[in-house]
């Protein structure tokens, strides 16, 4: 009997698989990690085999700690970390470059050159999103400029190009399937989300020739099957593939405008459903795709917190104020406030809505009676503070008013956090009993294919709480509070980094 959805979320730093049954619980788990290439300043690189080879002993341990048998798996869901570019060889599948990841910045002169050129109104018109080495674009180009500068063989259709949901369908289906989903497809920047097909204008400005595309196909659909030596001598239906921010919205039963969700993990992703229509921002937020269902697309805002979660691994590793991340919650709640004291965690720049590359984090407001009590909390406060800056951003583009704030990621743990959240957006803010809703997300896509889910609304059932968390500030606090943070952002912003 068919019982579970085996759940491959690929994510930047580790490979997981889960098997889900169809109460939308997680059964068993498995997880490695992988190598991290940093070549020069800036780079971030993965060896795409490897990834590859993580996925399979996930695969193979998660059934062994389910014991289950492959016959009993109904279908796989694939997501993965998005933008990270591959491109492999057609003859042989060997991948020809190093995987360039999405936060790598190796390409970051190639955005100045079409920043300054003007291309950035018609990319963000057709792509939704904003020139930043970020997206695939430029990396495919980058990667092709390496090994091909005069892109003949690539003309002749000797490469493949794919995120790495592509390179594991065509891995796992034993180099039969070249495809892609349109939430995938949405953050490359060569895919137009209003055509929803590769836009001819940008495949040509980014030197890449059509034929390396994959084919773009709903989020919940035919993906192939696993060639049945990768599955222990059965074939599984591959039916949903999607970005992993567009993943855990799905898993977090964000169906409707107005209900977010923000992920606290080494940065924050905060994303919305805005329904048929793509809602422009003139604000620096991202227009992506949310899902593709039933043949329909559904757009959503997209917001990116550069350094969330990984500030108070700063605060253990860089500053040594903590042993465990855990202990900052302590910390914290040993003081009533900040003092005054602001930390802004800028250390790669500041992401929506201020795009601003060359920021450098900063603190303000010191004393002699600042303590670590002080810094640790205004470490944490930070997060917060950034994520409203962008869910006002958000508000306010799409025209709606907040409904229902749910939070995911390694940081919800943490309650003065999401407390401090509550208090200063001055709404609720819900936390699941399932913290892995980026795994639930592509099982439910998975699931909804084959019909061991039967609906939205039997997904939406599934979504249990843990904790909700409700604001207790008083409004001019808050007030006073935000501004502040206002002004220690504008601060920072003055100081930037030397052009060497
Ligand atoms: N109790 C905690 N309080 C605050 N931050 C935490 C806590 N536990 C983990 N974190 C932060 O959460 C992040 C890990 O979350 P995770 O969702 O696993 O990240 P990612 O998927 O980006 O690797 C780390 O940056 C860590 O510092
Ligand atoms: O793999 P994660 O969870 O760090 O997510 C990465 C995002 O998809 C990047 O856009």
């Known amino acids: 009997m068919k019982r579970y959805i085996l759940s491959i979320d690929q994510g930047t730093t580790s490979t997981r698989a889960f098997l889900v049954n169809q109460a939308g619980e997680i059964v068993a788990k498995s997880q490695r990690e992988f190598e991290q290439f940093f070549k020069e300043p800036g780079w971030v690189e993965h060896d795409a085999n490897e990834i590859w080879t993580s996925v399979l002993s996930c695969m193979a341990e998660v059934l062994r700690l389910g014991d289950i048998h492959a016959s009993e798996i109904e279908t796989i869901g694939i997501t993965n970390q998005r933008e990270t570019t591959v491109i492999w060889e057609k003859d042989t599948g060997r991948p020809v470059h190093k995987a360039v990841v999405w936060q790598s910045r190796q390409t970051e002169a190639i955005c100045q050159d079409l920043r300054q050129q003007g291309f950035g109104s018609m990319i963000q018109q057709k792509t939704g999103l904003l020139i930043d080495p970020y997206f695939s674009g430029t990396k495919v180009k ?39 989903d349109v939430t995938n497809a949405s953050r490359t920047m060569l895919f137009n989300i209003h055509t929803l097909d590769w ?20 989020t919940s659909g035919d993906f192939g099957q696993t060639v049945s030596h990768h599955f222990f001598g059965y074939t599984v239906p591959i039916t949903a593939c999607a970005g992993d921010q567009q993943a855990a919205l799905f898993g977090q039963a964000c169906f409707s405008k107005g209900m977010v969700k923000n992920t606290y993990g080494t940065g924050c992703f905060m994303l ?11 604000s620096g937020l991202l227009t992506t ?12 805002l997209e917001g990116s917190i550069f350094v969330g979660g990984s500030a108070v691994g700063w605060l253990r590793d860089g500053l040594r104020m903590i042993d465990e991340t855990g202990d900052s919650e302590t910390y914290a709640t040993r003081v009533t406030s900040t003092d005054g004291v602001y930390v802004v965690p800028a250390f790669v720049g500041l992401g929506t809505p201020y795009w601003d590359s060359d920021a450098r984090g900063a603190m303000f407001g010191l004393t002699r009676g600042t303590t670590k009590e002080h810094v640790i909390r205004a470490t944490l406060e930070a997060i917060c503070y950034q994520t409203k800056d ?31 959240q509550s208090d200063l957006m001055d709404a609720p803010v819900e936390r699941p009993v399932n913290n892995e809703t980026t795994a639930l997300g592509a099982a439910y896509l998975a699931g909804l294919y084959t019909g061991f889910f039967k609906d939205k609304d039997t997904i939406k059932a599934r979504w249990k709480q843990d904790k909700a968390f409700y604001p207790h500030m008083e409004t001019m606090e808050r007030q006073k509070l935000y501004h502040g943070w206002q002004k220690a952002v504008e601060a920072t912003r003055v100081f930037k980094v030397e052009e060497n």
């Open 272 to 282: 919305m459903p805005t329904g048929h229509e793509a809602v422009h921002s003139d």
């Open 289 to 300: 795709i949310a899902w593709g269902l039933d043949g329909e697309v559904t757009y959503a």
């Open 142 to 180: 980058w990667i092709l400029d390496q090994v091909d500068p005069d892109r003949l063989r690539a003309k002749q259709g000797a490469f493949m190009f794919g995120t790495i949901d592509t390179w594991l369908i065509y891995k796992l289906t034993g180099g039969k399937v070249h495809k892609t």
């Open 199 to 218: 836009d001819a204008e940008l495949l040509d400005l980014f030197g890449v020739p059509r034929n390396m595309m994959p084919e773009v196909g709903d």
């Open 390 to 420: 962008v869910l006002d951003t958000m508000m306010k583009d799409a025209g709606v008013t907040l409904h229902t704030l749910r939070v995911d990621g390694g940081a919800v743990k943490n309650n003065f956090l999401m407390q401090f």
